[in-house]
């Protein structure tokens, strides 16, 4: 038994009946859960699935709610994680980190660089619990580094009859290949162990590029850089661009005043303002994203990694997000820029992209083939379904691959053709959860009954 499930219990202070609204992020997903439980520890963990399972109540753990989707959406038990916190363990010879599974990714990279260490990539935010992020398939970019479940090398899984399961590459490894992106499909998970390394500094570049330089040379890009993305403005042909290479050092942050005009003033404050002008007024998006798009300036800074890797994201959004085969990229992107100009949408949002190796895990985005990550954003209260529906008919065509917990329309007959071993998960889940204590409308839509 692990050292958490070994401390004091105190279930019944934890845990309540509820009929409260739980909303996420973006505000595209409601429910009321019939009861909640605020666990302190894996014991309390354990009794508070039991008790559910014993109640009759479905089981759903709920992160900081960044996901677009109602993947966490229930009307059983929501298992709030937010005292499940901090790490239990680090091995330094090893080179792991263990940490609770409501640990926000926020807290765990200060944590680790006072440790003097780091995870080796990260996505684009870090307000997300651990378990929800890896749960999800959260990703950054990467030429040889994958995704943050990638970088999992063991985790512990409350199961559906309520006992602890440790699983690793050599501990029950049909388990750990899926559960690493397992949806809250498999168990509630209460501790990842991931793979971290010694503390580095990160180089990163940002300049403007045209639309037509970046696709042409995008092979180059990715190539060359240890982590490329760039940002397409649609309505115009410039891209913001970003590269993230090795340092020696010295380190070079940014200055305070650099800082806040660019990643505050510029990326947050004014664009809340001009996309709510844009939202009012949608004529006017094309004239202001030739503006917007010009505002960044080139800029190189030296940093610890997660200051690097991550900005703040104050503007509300909803977003949909699709992996498509790495080299299906450029064609997918133009045919997204055509629909645009030929059609009356009017997008204040950038499109982001991002690449990713190929990784082993059963429903990873990224499982079995180098993958290419484009990401349709609009801001909150914009209607979002033409645009989305439009641009998702041509990610699919591409044999585009839906991000878990970002706005898709797919379903289980899709996914089935969509990943190799979705049968291999299913089957998996089958074993694990028979009487679907796990289960919601989310996951009986992506994974069948």
């Not at 990703?139 to 399961?165: C, F, K, N, P, Y």
């Not at 042409?216 to 993305?229: K, P």
């Not at 650099?258 to 404050?269: C, I, P, R, W, Y």
């Not at 104050?314 to 992107?333: G, K, Q, S």
Request: hydrophobic letters at 40%; one cysteine or more; aromatic letters at 8%.
């Amino acid at each position: 038994m692990s050292r958490a499930a070994s401390r004091g219990t105190g279930a019944a202070a934890t845990s309540g009946r509820s009929r409260a609204a739980w909303r996420n992020w973006a505000g595209t997903v409601s429910a009321r859960p019939a009861r909640e439980a605020t666990p302190a520890s894996v014991d309390e963990l354990v009794a508070a699935v039991r008790g559910a399972r014993a109640d009759g109540l479905t089981v759903k753990p709920v992160g900081s709610g960044h996901s677009f989707t109602a993947a966490a959406a229930t009307d059983g038990l929501l298992i709030r994680p937010d005292l499940l916190t901090g790490i239990r363990a680090i091995d330094h010879a090893a080179g792991t980190v263990t940490v609770e599974a409501g640990t926000p990714l926020k807290r765990l990279n200060a944590a680790l660089a006072r440790e003097g260490l780091s995870l080796t990539n990260m996505g684009d935010i870090m307000e997300q619990t651990v378990s929800g992020a890896v749960s999800t398939g959260t990703h950054g970019t990467g030429r040889d580094s994958a995704s943050i479940a990638a970088q999992i090398t063991a985790l512990e899984l409350v199961t559906a009859d309520g006992e602890i399961l440790t699983c690793s590459p050599d501990e029950h490894p049909d388990v750990f290949a899926a559960a690493r992106v397992g949806l809250g499909a498999l168990g509630v998970i209460s501790a990842i162990t991931f793979s971290v390394e010694p503390l580095f500094l990160l180089r990163a570049r940002e300049e403007p590029m045209t639309f037509d330089e970046v696709t042409r040379s995008i092979d180059e890009l990715v190539t060359e850089n240890e982590h490329f993305e760039f940002y397409w403005f649609p309505h115009t042909d410039n891209c913001n661009t970003k590269r993230n290479n090795r340092s020696l050092g010295p380190a070079d942050p940014p200055g305070t005043i650099s800082a806040f005009v660019e990643d505050e003033l510029l990326s947050n404050g004014l664009f809340q303002v001009v996309n709510s002008l844009g939202r009012a007024v949608p004529a006017t998006i094309p004239s202001i994203a030739k503006i917007s798009s010009k505002a960044l300036s080139a800029r190189t800074y030296t940093d610890i990694p997660y200051k690097v890797f991550t900005s703040p994201r104050r503007v509300r959004f909803v977003e949909m997000e699709y992996a498509v085969p790495r080299e299906a990229l450029v064609d997918t992107l133009r045919e997204l820029r055509t629909m645009i100009e030929r059609s009356p949408l009017r997008v204040s949002f950038p499109v982001e992209v991002r690449t990713a190796p190929a990784d082993d895990i059963t429903l990873s985005t990224a499982s079995g083939r180098d993958s290419a990550y484009i990401a349709v954003h609009l801001y909150k209260g914009t209607p979002f379904r033409t645009y989305f529906s439009a641009a998702e008919q041509i990610f699919v065509a591409h044999e585009g691959r839906p991000h878990w917990g970002k706005l898709h329309t797919r379903d289980a007959a899709y996914f089935a053709e969509a990943y190799p071993r979705f049968a291999e998960f299913t089957a998996l889940r089958d074993r694990l959860d028979p009487d679907r204590l796990f289960a919601n409308a989310y996951l009986r839509r992506v994974l069948g009954d």
